[in-house]
């Protein structure tokens, strides 16, 4: 079975504060791993992705993501947020094969206040 | 590039009637998916198509529910008749590479 697991359903933080989401997925085998965006009222717009290689990856609005292979993980970190970074954020797996199926997690609600 | 094009934006329905929603890939994508988004139940996977083949529909909640492709630049999702428990957001999503997936604005549906 595979499953991806969002810990944290919402995350308020100030604004220019740090922030972390987290993620963790089970799976038998090897998986890509995403994170998406979702603006109030709009589609889900990939941040980044992890297909191979390094393992900490950059994204687009200076989010970035770490793989931790060992503890099945994948959480999403930015130095500091902004009002704008104000979203619903969603992990999201494909298994190697069957690379076809994206899976979602529950989403966790990023809301940065000033 | 203009994306994947869904329509209605938004749509509200009586229980009992037909809602059709359509779907635009991006030029040159080869899959094309359907999820839905709801409070409770979160981004589900109703559908995918591969070369306007369905692939695995094991996520389509009912007979009511169909869709098609007809050609690679449209598809449809069809709900007959609907339920007010049908009420969700319904995102098309199309990719070309097998990881990369795109997804439109989606198509806000109220049924009451």
């Known amino acids: 079975a595979q499953s991806v697991t969002q810990l944290d359903s919402q995350v308020p933080v100030f604004e220019e504060a740090p922030v972390e989401l987290r993620c963790n997925y089970s799976?038998?085998?090897?998986?890509?791993l995403f994170w998406y965006v979702q603006y109030p009222n709009q589609g889900l717009q990939l941040l980044l992705k992890y297909l191979s290689g390094s393992t900490l990856v950059k994204g687009i609005n200076g989010f970035e993501a770490e793989f931790n292979k060992s503890q099945t993980s994948f959480h999403l970190r930015k130095p500091s947020v902004h009002i704008s970074d104000t979203a619903e954020y969603f992990c999201?797996?494909?298994?190697?094969?069957?690379?076809?199926?994206?899976?979602f997690g529950t989403g966790t609600r990023l809301q940065v206040f000033p | 590039d203009a994306g994947v094009i869904q329509s209605p934006r938004h749509e509200v329905t009586e229980m009992g009637q037909e809602v059709t929603l359509r779907c635009k890939p991006i030029?040159?994508?080869?899959?094309l998916f359907w999820y839905r988004q709801t409070m409770m139940r979160g981004l589900e996977l109703l559908i995918y198509f591969n070369n306007n083949v369905p692939i695995d529909d094991s996520g389509m909640p009912e007979d009511r529910f169909s869709a098609k492709m007809p050609n690679a630049s449209f598809s449809t999702l069809k709900i007959q008749p609907s339920e007010p428990r049908d009420s969700a957001v319904y995102f098309c999503a199309s990719s070309t590479t097998p990881v990369v997936i795109y997804f439109g604005e989606g198509s806000w549906l109220t049924v009451v």
């Open positions: 799976s038998s085998v090897s998986v890509y």
């Open positions: 030029s040159g994508h080869n899959s």
């Open positions: 999201a797996v494909i298994k190697f094969k069957n690379t076809d199926k994206l899976i």
